[in-house]
């Protein structure tokens, strides 16, 4: 079975500091990650996938395999990060997409 | 608009009724997931289907059901609704079977009264 934690349900932060949303999975085999986002009033899109090792918006996330994590790093927040947050993860084949339980990202000016 | 489309944006009915909502996926795209989100539980997988096929199921009651037709467009039936299956309802399409690069609709929300 596979399954995504996301711990926190909301993360305040001020404005210029550093942000770590935190996801955890369990998969057995190579997954495929991605972080999605939902700013207010607007859909779910996708922000990043672990394949691409991009950066967008100033977030950046790296795979570690020995713990298990998929963490979405931002060295300066800015007030329009403030949304919701979904950590996702593909397992091989055609396995369906897990959803983690989101957190909310609130951004203090 | 050439994106993920969904009818209504909103619903509000009673107990025991039933619902259908609809999602119209992006153009070439062959895949429709189904999802539900409530402040609780985030974002739930219901249901997929491929180029008409059902192929994924998740955490669907039986009350819950969906097709996909030949036009690909997609509608996910709700009966016997209770207060607990209000909540906002999400489509998604992809091109392939199996993708993590999904791309949303605007939801529905569902109010149970």
């Known amino acids: 079975a596979q399954r995504v934690t996301q711990p926190e349900k909301l993360l305040s932060v001020f404005k210029g500091a550093p942000v770590e949303l935190k996801c955890n999975y369990s998969?057995?085999?190579?997954?495929?990650l991605f972080w999605y986002v939902q700013y207010s009033r607007q859909r779910l899109q996708l922000l990043l996938r672990h394949i691409s090792r991009e950066s967008i918006k100033g977030f950046t996330a790296d795979l570690n395999k020995g713990e298990t994590s998929f963490h979405l790093k931002k060295p300066f927040a800015q007030e329009e990060d403030s949304a919701m947050y979904y950590c996702a993860l593909k397992g091989g084949g055609y396995q369906k997409v897990t959803f983690g339980t989101g957190t909310k990202l609130q951004v203090i000016p | 608009d050439s994106g993920v489309t969904q009818t209504p944006k909103h619903l509000i009915t009673a107990t025991g009724q039933r619902v259908t909502l609809r999602c119209s996926p992006r153009s070439g795209d062959l895949s429709v997931y189904w999802y539900q989100q409530s402040l609780d539980q985030g974002l739930q997988f219901l249901i997929q289907y491929y180029n008409g096929e059902e192929r994924a199921k998740g955490n669907i009651l039986e009350r819950f059901s969906a097709q996909q037709f030949p036009d690909l467009h997609s509608e996910l039936n709700l009966s016997s609704l209770e207060l607990g299956d209000s909540a906002l309802y999400f489509c998604?399409?992809?091109?392939?079977?199996?993708?993590?690069?999904?791309?949303f609709g605007p939801g529905t929300r569902l109010t149970v009264l």
């Open positions: 998604a399409s992809s091109v392939a079977l199996a993708s993590g690069e999904q791309f």
């Open positions: 998969y057995s085999g190579s997954p495929e």
